[in-house]
């Protein structure tokens, strides 16, 4: 059973960059879609963007549009989510996670998450 787990997440004030990144445990991850979530306290967790294997499909939610970047190292078996320009809406624990389907923004559709790890935004 593949693992992901995440790191680099932390307190930033509003404004600031943030690079959490997604470590797999197998080859496996470079042939899967990556995607990553994000779930604020009392909210239901959502999509925040989508890389498919080779990193020609990027796909980003509306709200992170032009801030955050999705990308890959498949020979390190790593995901990345850079985020700039954070803002305390940002504010939230954000899971990495794999599929077997392509690039997906559903829930439903990824096999595989992390644990999260922890973004806060202060204003």
């Known amino acids: 059973q593949m693992q992901l787990v995440e790191s680099g997440g932390g307190l930033v004030q509003a404004g600031g960059p943030l690079r959490p990144l997604c470590s797999a445990s197998?080859?496996?991850?470079?042939?899967?879609?990556m995607g990553w979530f994000r779930q604020a306290p009392g909210k239901e967790r959502e999509f925040v963007a989508a890389?498919?294997?080779?990193?020609?499909?990027?796909y980003y939610a509306d709200s992170v549009k032009g801030r955050f970047t999705i990308s890959r190292d498949n020979a390190k078996n790593t995901g990345y989510l850079q985020m700039n320009s954070l803002k305390p809406e940002d504010t939230a624990v954000y899971y990495c996670?794999?599929?077997?389907?392509?690039?997906?923004?559903?829930?439903?559709?990824?096999?595989?998450w992390g644990q999260g790890t922890q973004v806060t935004v202060s204003s």
């Open positions: 197998e080859r496996t991850f470079s042939s899967l879609a």
């Open positions: 996670a794999a599929s077997y389907r392509g690039v997906q923004r559903t829930i439903g559709g990824y096999a595989y």
């Open positions: 890389i498919n294997w080779s990193s020609s499909n990027l």
